[in-house]
Nanobody, 119 residues
Framework: QVQLVETGGGLVQAGGSLRLSCTAS????????MGWYRQAPGKQRELIAT???????NYADTVKGRFTISLDNARNTVYLQMNSLKPEDTAVYYC?????????????WGQGTQVTVSS
């Protein structure tokens, strides 16, 4: 079973930066794409950034120009560099991967990491 582990969350003041990491492990054959979602209290989970194995990226309008997603294929790790953070970025951030263990591609989720931005 593929495992995704996120690290890098925490508390930061508005205007600050954080970098999240998500490493995929166990029986990884190929990564097609990975992404970051977030869920604030009382709100639906929101897709904020995706990246393919060929490094094609997409961003939600709410984070475009402030967040950067990148993928290290050799380490099976996706990063989310978050700059100019705002209080409204406060949420639990989840990593998602479209990953093959050799037979087919499936979607996998990390456990989430809390990001809190104080005003």
């Amino acid at each position: 079973q593929v495992q995704l582990v996120e690290t890098g969350g925490g508390l930061v003041q508005a205007g600050g930066s954080l970098r999240l990491s998500c490493t995929a492990s166990r029986n990884i054959f190929s990564i097609n794409a990975m992404g970051w979602y977030r869920q604030a209290p009382g709100k639906q989970r929101e897709l904020i950034a995706t990246i393919t194995s060929r490094s094609t990226t997409n961003y939600a309008d709410t984070v475009k120009g402030r967040f950067t997603i990148s993928l290290d294929n050799a380490r099976n790790t996706v990063y989310l560099q978050m700059n100019s953070l705002k209080p409204e970025d406060t949420a639990v951030y989840y990593c998602n991967g479209h990953i093959s263990t050799g037979r087919r591609y499936d979607f996998y989720w990390g456990q989430g990491t809390q990001v809190t931005v104080s005003s």
